[in-house]
Each structure stands twice: as C-alpha cells, then as structure tokens.
C-alpha cells in the first residue's frame, strides 16, 4: 500500500490529469474527485484512470467534501477545481464565485473539520494581477482583477491565506501564469490557435476568428507547473510562490508561430472579431518566479516556441486519425 494519499479535485481538467499522473510515478495512491454527470468524461484521464480512485464530490456540496475526507484521509488536498474560462465568468459570475471562490472555503472547512494536519494546495492565478500594477508581477504584487473569474479568485488566495494565519493550516497558494497544453481546452487561446491552424493546413477550415491579439502573455507547459504544486507541499513551511517563465509573448506572436510551423501565413487566415474582445481586458502578464526557482528549486524545461509546436503537432495528429 502506498504511503502517502492525495486528493486531487479537478482530475478530470487539464491540470488535475498531468498532476495525477505525476503523483503516481512519486507513489502516491491518488483519489480524484469528480461532479456527477450524466455522462462521464474521462477523455484526459482515460490511459489511467484504473490507476486512482475515483470519488465523487462537488465544491457546491459541502457534506460531499467533508465525507471524502473522513473516508479517505488523504494527507494531501489539491484543490484544481474551477469554472476557470475567464469569458464564461462575466455570463455566470455568480455560479463561478461559488465553484471558484467558495468552493475554497468549503475544502478549507472540511480540511480544518476533518484533519487540519492535511497539507493544502490552491490554485489561484496570475489573473488575479489583472489591471498590472507592477511588471513583472511576484508575490508582492497588489491584485487588481479584471472580470469575476480574477474576483473569485482572489477571494481564493486570501482564504487560503487567512486559514494558515486563523487555524495554522498547511495551507499553500501556488499562483500560476497561464500553462498549456495538448490537454488543454479548445476554447483557450492556445488551443485554439493550433488546432485552428492545423485545420486550416488540412483543408478542414479556412479562416480563424480570435479577439485581441495584442493582450501578452506568459504562457508554460502544464506539465511543468503541477510539479511546481507538488514542491509547494514538500516545504517545512506552507507559503505563496508565483509560477511562470518570465517571457511574455502576444496573442499575435502565438499566431506566427503555429502557423508558421506548417508553412502558413497567419495573415491571410486569422480574423479579429469583436465578438471574442472581453469587457474588460488583462492586457500584459509577465511573472517573475525567483522565490520559486531559490526556495523550490523549480525551473520550467519548455520555451513557448517548443509548447506552441508540441500543441500543433498534437492537434495535426489527431485530426489525421480522425481523418483515417
Ligand atoms: P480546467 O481544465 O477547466 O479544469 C477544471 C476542473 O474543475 C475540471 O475537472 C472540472 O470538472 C472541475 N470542476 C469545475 N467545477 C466543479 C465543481 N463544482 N465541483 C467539482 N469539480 C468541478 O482547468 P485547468 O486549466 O486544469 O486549471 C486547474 C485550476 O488552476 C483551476 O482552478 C484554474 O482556475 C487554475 N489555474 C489555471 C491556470 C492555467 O493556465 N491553466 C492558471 C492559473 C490557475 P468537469 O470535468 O466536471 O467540468
Ligand atoms: O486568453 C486573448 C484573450 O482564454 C488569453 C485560464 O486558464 O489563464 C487562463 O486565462 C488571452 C486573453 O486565457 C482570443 O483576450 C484573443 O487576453 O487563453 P485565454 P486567460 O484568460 O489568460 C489564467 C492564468 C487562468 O487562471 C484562467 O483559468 O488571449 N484572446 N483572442 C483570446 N482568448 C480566447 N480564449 N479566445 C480568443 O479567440
């Protein structure tokens, strides 16, 4: 039997499927919790799903999270879960502050309930930094968010943060820039530049509508950054890093290279449609991750060139075998 159980909410998204995969090669027995719907979709966690346990939860339903506990005692909560589509926010601010901000609260309450002895990860976000008040943004940074998704959010750092002060909780924030992925969401920039691009070069589309192409990011690889949640629960003391390269490129610089890698001109098939221009815009992230690089020892190992050209050649992949 393994020694160490985590508790990974969010298994089924982006983030949760890479950290589950990287706890069971450190030996952990993982459980991932997931909402009950009426059909399951395991697509990221498919090749090992018989690997972890999966239990059922919802961050809306706070006896559910207070049951998982008590029935499992994991000794580490990762707490992944969120409505995390910055647009969606703005059409449901209120369900998302209650998944995204509350929700915290919840785990939070349950781990202090259960066993405050439980070390606790965060996954809060660069965009809490939204409006930038300084360049490059650390953990001194003031927040200034910039739609309910940045809110909600913020509201998930500092409860984390007041439980370490209140109840003297493991409780750790990792607040990361944006990471990607070929698991990541078709509805992110990223992906859908690359899979958008990849159609278009296999004849399947003939143009690509985005939004602003100016807004900056800096953009990781998704595998990297949970390694870096990981490290934060491995500290004698719990605290707060910021996770990030320290590049940061535009939405236009993103278009360049993916099309480009299959020979295309960006110019002639991206269109910018007012549609997708947000209420409110975070126009330039770029993190400074040096508390994380001296204290965790934790460095990113793929340049944004390399992650744009892993993601098209993923996306070019799948559609070939679609094609038969
Ligand atoms: P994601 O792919 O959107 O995954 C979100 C996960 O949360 C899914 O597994 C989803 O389950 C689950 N979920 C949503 N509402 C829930 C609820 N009420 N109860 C239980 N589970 C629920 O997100 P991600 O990119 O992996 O991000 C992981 C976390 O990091 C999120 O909290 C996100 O806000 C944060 N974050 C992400 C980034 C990034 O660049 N990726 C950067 C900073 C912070 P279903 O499959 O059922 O929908
Ligand atoms: O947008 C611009 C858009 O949706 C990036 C989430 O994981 O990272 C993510 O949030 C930028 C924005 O990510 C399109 O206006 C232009 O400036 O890929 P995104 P995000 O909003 O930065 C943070 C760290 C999180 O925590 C979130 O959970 O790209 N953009 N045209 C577009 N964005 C989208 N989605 N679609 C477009 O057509």
Not at 67 to 82: F, K, M, S, T
Request: overall charge negative; charged content about 25%.
């Amino acid at each position: 039997m393994s020694e160490k159980r985590a508790l990974v909410t969010g298994i089924t998204g982006q983030d949760g499927s890479y950290l589950a995969e990287f706890l069971l090669s450190q030996g952990y027995e993982v459980l991932g919790m997931v909402r009950r719907s009426s059909t399951v979709n395991f697509d990221r966690i498919r090749h090992f799903q018989d690997e972890v346990t999966i239990v059922q939860g919802d961050l809306l339903d706070q006896m559910s999270l207070l049951d998982i506990l008590r029935e499992y005692r994991p000794q580490e909560v990762y707490n992944l879960a969120a409505q995390s589509f910055v647009p969606t926010s703005w059409k449901q601010p209120v369900l998302t502050g209650e998944f995204t901000a509350l929700g915290v609260t919840r785990m939070l309450e349950a781990v202090r309930i259960i066993d405050p002895e439980i070390r606790f990860y965060q996954a809060s976000s660069s965009e809490m930094f939204g409006k930038v008040r300084e360049t490059p943004q650390n953990e001194n940074t003031p927040f200034y968010p910039r739609s309910p998704y940045g809110v909600a959010k913020v509201y998930g750092h500092w409860i984390t943060v007041n439980y370490r002060e209140s109840y003297d909780l493991f409780a750790c924030s990792g607040i990361l820039f944006n990471h990607e992925s070929p698991r990541r969401g078709l509805e992110f920039v990223t992906h859908k530049v690359t899979y958008g691009a990849a159609r278009i070069k296999l004849g399947l589309a003939d143009e690509l509508r985005l939004g602003n192409l100016e807004a900056r990011r800096d953009w990781g690889y998704a595998g990297d950054y949970v390694q870096a949640m990981w490290l934060m629960l491995q500290q004698d003391e719990p605290d707060d890093y910021v996770i990030a390269t320290g590049e940061t490129h535009s939405v236009q610089e993103l278009c360049e290279i993916a099309f480009g890698y299959l020979d295309l001109d960006w110019r002639e098939y991206v269109v910018s449609d007012p549609k997708f221009f947000r209420p409110a815009e975070v126009d330039l992230l770029v993190g400074d991750a040096s508390k994380a690089h001296a204290k965790l020892g934790w460095e990113p190992s793929v340049s944004f060139e390399e992650l744009i050209r892993l993601m098209v050649d993923a996306d070019m992949k799948a559609l070939q075998a679609n094609r038969g």
